[in-house]
């Protein structure tokens, strides 16, 4: 039988000929007829929530031109097992953002201005994705993703991309990619796993518009001011038939113009607008495109976005604001997403262990991590060394479980700045090095053992099956923790520090890994 994308392109094509007695009349006797139906006439899944309301917009629905929705659908159906109900919800959300691109802008000759708002960690990379495929098949050649502040998620998002939208990198261990072979058009990629914007060398100006071209960039000033100077050496002619789709990931974070809105120029005494340094060259960089583009920013905490104010207008350098004057769509929250609402839900009686720090450790530790010398002083509070203690239990129940190539993964975090997170990580890793040298002591180590015990019964009473002893767990514990790097590594994750979250390295067997950070975890870098 064909992959499922050929016969999705198949569905499309009867369905635009003849509706839906055609596609049934094509595809009689196929084993996934009613979802090709489904999927041909958009009408799977949930609808999402959109503002303004969508009168007098004629409704997008797919082609089969390029091909590159029908391989991105092929991925999620067939390789990422989605449910038929989630590929919808996909389906769906992204043809009712590219029904607004379609639409005349609200601001004339200023493009499409956007925002989409998902949950943490909802699949919102997987929407914007799956949008840059349909706008490959209408048109769209340029695709500029803006991936963060930070080195690490932008290579993240690079490779994501690479494979899971161009096929020009492949999946060797899970087979997570497209075949680029099954694209009308080729992607040219013109950003690098290593290599950002401004890292590029003997860069040409754009000669070839017939495939579209992708670049993920971050949200820098450097590597900005080259992308935009790259499209202004590009010669007029061809920069006018450049149709580009920016997609600002984060897009509350680094684009929004944090200043007070109004200076005074020392020189001449004079009001100006003061613009912060990113949002400026984001919008230069906007200005610089040919009027046919579309800007969506995506986020899970849109406040920032939607108090932008909506009636700057520099026309002679900068151009509007970044408000989404087009349109803002709330997507829905996907089933099984796992989210801070089933943690914590609004009416209590969480079915997870949730474990309050006690207020009083709290400001010790963000008091004593303002000062190395403090923290050099200070004991960690017994709640931050339970909860060392819970991980390496937890661990123990999963490897007794014989849960295959699962990561394994800790964050502790106690203030958002640099400053804070080396002495902590001094302090945890000689607490770590202390276990590993005691737990398997025979006689040195019979308290701490006892301790793990201790909290063993506190933590999971009740709250696990007991298939397996304690000598069981604490076998796993001593082997864990006693050989520390070995089996496990303490991670220092922000823009100083040069670790990683090698997750993409411990595939086939799972990264055991405690991480130490703030803002960058924050920030769409997967934990």
């Given at each position: 039988?064909?992959?499922l994308?050929?016969?999705?392109?198949?569905?499309?094509?009867a369905?635009?000929?003849?509706?839906?007695?055609?596609?049934?009349?094509?595809?009689?006797?196929?084993p996934?007829?009613?979802?090709?139906?489904?999927?041909?006439?958009?009408?799977?899944?949930?609808?999402?929530?959109?503002?303004p309301?969508?009168?007098?917009?004629t409704?997008?629905?797919?082609?089969?031109?390029?091909?590159?929705?029908?391989?991105?659908?092929?991925?999620?159906?067939?390789?990422?097992?989605?449910?038929?109900?989630?590929?919808?919800?996909?389906?769906?959300?992204?043809?009712?953002?590219?029904t607004?691109?379609c639409?005349?802008?609200h601001?004339?000759?200023?493009g499409?201005?956007?925002?989409?708002?998902?949950h943490?960690?909802?699949?919102?990379?997987?929407?914007?994705?799956?949008?840059?495929?349909?706008?490959?098949?209408?048109?769209?050649?340029?695709?500029i993703?803006?991936?963060?502040?930070?080195?690490?998620?932008?290579?993240?998002?690079?490779?994501?991309?690479?494979?899971?939208?161009?096929?020009?990198?492949?999946?060797r261990?899970?087979?997570?990619?497209?075949?680029h072979?099954?694209?009308?058009?080729?992607?040219?990629?013109?950003t690098?796993?290593g290599k950002?914007?401004?890292?590029?060398?003997?860069?040409q100006p754009?000669t070839?518009?017939?495939r579209?071209?992708?670049?993920?960039?971050?949200?820098?000033?450097?590597?900005?001011?080259?992308?935009?100077?790259?499209?202004?050496?590009?010669?007029?002619?061809?920069?006018?038939?450049?149709?580009?789709?920016?997609?600002?990931?984060?897009?509350?974070?680094?684009?929004?113009?944090?200043q007070?809105?109004?200076?005074?120029?020392?020189?001449?005494?004079?009001?100006?607008?003061?613009?912060?340094?990113?949002?400026?060259?984001?919008?230069?960089?906007?200005?610089?495109?040919?009027?046919?583009f579309?800007?969506?920013?995506?986020?899970?905490?849109?406040?920032?976005?939607?108090?932008?104010n909506?009636?700057?207008?520099?026309?002679?350098?900068?151009?509007?604001?970044?408000?989404?004057?087009?349109?803002?769509?709330?997507?829905?929250?996907?089933?099984?997403?796992?989210?801070?609402?089933d943690?914590?839900?609004?009416?209590?009686?969480?079915?997870?262990?949730?474990?309050?720090?006690?207020?009083?450790?709290?400001?010790?530790?963000r008091?004593?991590?303002?000062?190395?010398?403090?923290?050099?002083?200070?004991?960690?509070?017994?709640?931050?060394?339970?909860a060392?203690?819970?991980?390496?239990?937890?661990?123990?129940?999963?490897?007794?479980?014989?849960?295959?190539?699962?990561?394994?993964?800790?964050?502790?975090?106690?203030k958002?700045?640099?400053?804070?997170m080396?002495?902590l990580?001094?302090?945890v890793?000689?607490?770590l090095?202390h276990?590993?040298?005691?737990?398997?002591?025979?006689?040195?180590?019979?308290?701490?053992?006892?301790?793990f015990k201790?909290?063993?019964?506190e933590?999971y009473?009740?709250?696990?099956?007991?298939?397996?002893?304690?000598e069981?767990?604490?076998?796993?514990?001593?082997?864990?923790?006693?050989?520390y790097?070995?089996?496990?590594?303490?991670v220092?994750?922000?823009?100083?520090?040069?670790?990683?979250?090698?997750y993409?390295?411990?595939?086939?067997?799972?990264?055991?890994?405690?991480?130490?950070?703030?803002?960058?975890?924050?920030?769409?870098l997967?934990?």
């Open positions: 039988m064909m992959e994308s050929a016969r999705y392109l198949l569905a499309l094509d369905y635009d000929s003849g509706g839906e007695r055609e596609v049934r009349k094509r595809l009689k006797g196929d996934d007829l009613e979802t090709l139906v489904g999927l041909a006439k958009g009408e799977i899944g949930q609808d999402v929530i959109g503002i309301p969508e009168e007098g917009l409704s997008f629905l797919p082609t089969g031109e390029g091909k590159n929705w029908a391989a991105v659908l092929d991925l999620h159906s067939t390789k990422k097992k989605w449910p038929s109900e989630s590929v919808g919800e996909l389906d769906k959300s992204t043809s009712r953002i590219m607004h691109l639409a005349k802008p601001r004339g000759n200023y499409h201005y956007g925002l989409v708002v998902g943490v960690q909802s699949g919102k990379t997987s929407n914007y994705t799956a949008l840059c495929s349909k706008a490959a098949d209408s048109g769209y050649n340029l695709f993703v803006l991936a963060g502040l930070y080195n690490d998620l932008r290579e993240q998002t690079q490779t994501r991309l690479l494979r899971e939208l161009t096929g020009l990198d492949k999946d261990k899970g087979g997570i990619h497209i075949d072979a099954q694209l009308s058009r080729q992607w040219k990629r013109i690098k796993k950002d914007f401004h890292d590029l060398k003997y860069l754009i070839d518009i017939s579209p071209m992708l670049v993920v960039t971050k949200k820098n000033v450097t590597p900005l001011r080259k992308l935009r100077k790259w499209l202004k050496d590009t010669d007029p002619a061809v920069r006018g038939q450049i149709k580009a789709l920016i997609i600002d990931d984060e897009s509350d974070h680094g684009s929004i113009d944090t007070t809105g109004e200076v005074i120029d020392p020189g001449t005494g004079e009001h100006e607008d003061s613009e912060s340094a990113i949002n400026r060259e984001v919008r230069k960089l906007l200005k610089s495109l040919s009027p046919d579309s800007y969506i920013g995506y986020t899970a905490t849109p406040m920032a976005n939607v108090f932008i909506p009636e700057v207008d520099d026309e002679r350098e900068l151009g509007p604001s970044l408000y989404p004057n087009d349109f803002i769509i709330s997507l829905k929250r996907p089933s099984g997403h796992f989210g801070l609402e943690v914590h839900p609004p009416e209590g009686g969480s079915r997870y262990l949730d474990r309050m720090v006690p207020e009083p450790e709290a400001d010790s530790l008091d004593a991590a303002d000062s190395e010398d403090v923290m050099d002083r200070t004991e960690l509070p017994e709640s931050l060394v339970r060392l203690m819970q991980y390496f239990l937890s661990l123990a129940v999963k490897d007794l479980r014989k849960v295959p190539n699962k990561h394994h993964s800790m964050l502790i975090h106690v958002h700045t640099i400053e804070t080396k002495p990580h001094r302090k890793e000689s607490l090095r276990w590993s040298r005691l737990i398997n002591h025979r006689r040195k180590g019979g308290e701490l053992r006892e301790t201790e909290v063993w019964e933590t009473e009740g709250q696990l099956d007991r298939d397996h002893a304690w069981e767990v604490l076998g796993i514990v001593k082997e864990t923790v006693g050989k790097p070995g089996r496990y590594q303490l220092e994750i922000n823009s100083k520090s040069e670790d990683k979250l090698p993409e390295a411990h595939a086939s067997g799972g990264l055991r890994v405690i991480a130490i950070g703030g803002t960058r975890l924050s920030r769409g997967t934990l």
